[in-house]
């Protein structure tokens, strides 16, 4: 460091807690050391705070949690720990699953008893691998409950929006009965009432206040805990990125901090929380640890760009190891490219029309390659397997009108909204009938045609023998519980047809700093560094790099956080579970 740099930073401004990142595991560390007694400070890299959070379906997969048992799915821990170790396998770890296992309950007890945080249950959502030992057909999800934005005053402009691709006009839609209304509007009239009156109150709230009030999903959990922790007092920079962790002694003790008045001595007499979400936008990490991208750039995230990968190299610069020996380094997901109006590209994730009847998914040749109603994980694996090496990893995803106009196919929303606008901009591709769609496509024209007779001769009848669409409960929740005698398969029949084509994406990454079960990382050694913690997408995931639910970022991130906290308060965690009798119900 040069004698210039040294008299550019200001006079150290000291805090207890440090904590750099404003995802859900950020603030869950923040908010949880503020309500024990630690003076914190959150720092954020982007000019907006919420991370992935503010952008994600806000889902946290936390099993025995309060508002399971309130209703009455009762299990002991043996159930989950039995499903991740069929799941997760060898890369199973026993002493960080066991802490999230038992501390996730108590974390969503914390937040709804003494914070601003209240939830939604999902108990109708199950695990990802339903014939799986120990897998749940539902009560192990739980979500932030709607908020109102005007609770957080002027604080709001810092919240980031809801991602523009998958909201309609900025308004944010949460899974389940919100998305069904909508998806149902033009079918089903209590449905089409449910959509107009939410579509009325945001372009109200547009009008008068600039931006959608009422939150939903990820926005919803980060206004929450941003509620929580300004309750509290911390305090909360943006465009604050840090450049380097301070040490003492071996001990993590601060940061040096970059704003609009320069460089600042931040000191953390406790340590420095990193969640700074992973790298999905770390060109040289992906090109590293993502077999599918040779250069880094051949993978498109559907994360904020400013996820760097700042937290795994601040934890490297002090002795930290990153874990690079998980067989998924990120959470795959298939993204389609969305032109935009500026010139730039968006990357639109494909979660939810998959699994509705009347799509499936090929390669250029012509062909299925998986159980599309399955996790976007497992779409993705099976994509990475189904295309020779040395070719770009893509597929299509092939439907007809009907579906199109019932279900939506990416960023082409269904009716009553225009196709025009995704068919002239090149995102959608359409054809009187296959052939024409698949010179459209470049896919093998032949096959195609061959694909989709064999797939309508089985979908008349509901069934799919090629891959089992509709063969679990997730399958099942993914279609349409009105198509019978299977909600995941129809045939694909009414002309004019179309596809989207969709590339590597993901919703963040596993590969993290290796932490140990109270979300201290740890050195090469395998030692803890003293004051220093991660969470969230910093710390490497619990789940070894496999994807058994989905809520497997997130509950963890809270979680992990929530026990971060307590160790940096010097406060034991707590050793019972919560009693559900004891909360107030959402508001």
């Not at 997130?554 to 406060?571: E, N, R």
């Amino acid at each position: 460091m040069t004698s210039a740099t040294q008299t550019a930073i200001r006079t150290a401004t000291d805090c207890d807690l440090l904590v750099v990142g404003s995802g859900a595991g950020g603030l869950s560390a923040a908010v949880t050391a503020a309500e024990l007694g630690l003076r914190v400070v959150v720092v954020e890299k982007a000019p907006v705070l919420g991370g992935t959070t503010a952008w994600s379906g806000g889902w946290m997969w936390i099993p025995r949690n309060p508002l399971a048992v309130e209703a009455g799915f009762v299990e002991d821990a043996d159930a989950p720990r039995r499903y991740l170790h069929h799941v997760l396998g060898a890369q199973a770890d026993p002493e960080r699953l066991d802490a999230f296992l038992h501390q996730g309950p108590r974390m969503v007890g914390f937040f709804r008893s003494r914070t601003a945080l209240q939830f939604i249950d999902g108990n109708a959502i199950p695990d990802f691998h339903g014939h799986a030992p120990g897998a749940a057909p539902g009560g192990r999800s739980v979500c932030a409950a709607p908020f109102d934005a005007r609770q957080l005053g002027a604080r709001l402009a810092d919240l980031r929006r809801p991602l523009d691709l998958v909201s309609l006009w900025g308004m944010g839609i949460a899974a389940g009965a919100d998305l069904r209304h909508f998806l149902h509007a033009m079918r089903a009239w209590p449905s089409f009432v449910h959509a107009a009156k939410r579509v009325t109150r945001h372009l109200a709230d547009l009008a008068l206040h600039g931006r959608g009030q009422h939150l939903v999903a990820g926005n919803a959990l980060v206004a929450r805990l941003l509620t929580s922790a300004l309750d509290r007092g911390v305090e909360l920079r943006v465009s604050s990125p840090v450049r380097r962790l301070l040490r003492e002694g071996g001990r993590v003790v601060g940061a040096v901090v970059a704003g609009a008045a320069g460089e600042t001595e931040l000191r953390a007499g406790r340590g420095v929380v990193l969640a700074c979400g992973g790298f999905p936008h770390d060109v040289e990490r992906m090109r590293t640890l993502f077999p599918h991208a040779p250069t880094g750039r051949e993978h498109w995230s559907a994360a904020p760009p400013e996820n760097t990968g700042d937290g795994l190299r601040l934890g490297e610069s002090v002795g930290a190891e990153v874990r690079t020996d998980l067989p998924h380094a990120g959470a795959w997901a298939p993204v389609s490219l969305v032109p935009r109006a500026d010139g730039s590209t968006g990357h639109f994730p494909h979660l939810i029309e998959r699994g509705k009847p009347g799509l499936i998914a090929v390669t250029r040749d012509g062909r299925r390659f998986v159980n599309e109603a399955g996790p976007y994980h497992d779409f993705m694996a099976a994509l990475f397997s189904a295309v020779p090496a040395g070719e770009p990893v893509q597929a299509w995803l092939v439907c007809d009108h009907r579906f199109i106009r019932r279900y939506g196919l990416g960023h082409a929303k269904p009716a009553p909204m225009p196709l025009g606008p995704s068919l002239r901009s090149g995102y959608l591709r359409r054809g009187r009938d296959l052939l024409a769609l698949a010179e459209a496509c470049g896919i093998d024209a032949a096959a195609l045609r061959s694909t989709v007779a064999a797939f309508n001769a089985e979908a008349r009848h509901g069934r799919d023998p090629a891959f089992g669409r509709g063969a679990t409960p997730y399958n099942r929740m993914q279609g349409d519980a009105a198509q019978q005698p299977n909600p995941c398969v129809a045939p694909i029949e009414h002309g004019p047809f179309y596809a989207v084509r969709v590339v590597p994406g993901s919703l963040g990454t596993f590969a993290g700093l290796r932490t140990d079960a109270s979300a201290r990382v740890l050195g090469s050694g395998g030692e803890p560094i003293p004051g220093l913690y991660a969470a969230g997408n910093d710390m490497a995931s619990v789940m070894g790099g496999g994807y058994p639910s989905g809520g497997i970022t997130l509950g963890p991130a809270m979680t992990f956080g929530f026990i971060a906290g307590h160790h940096a308060a010097g406060v034991a965690l707590p050793t019972v579970d919560p009693n559900p009798d004891s909360f107030p119900h959402a508001d």
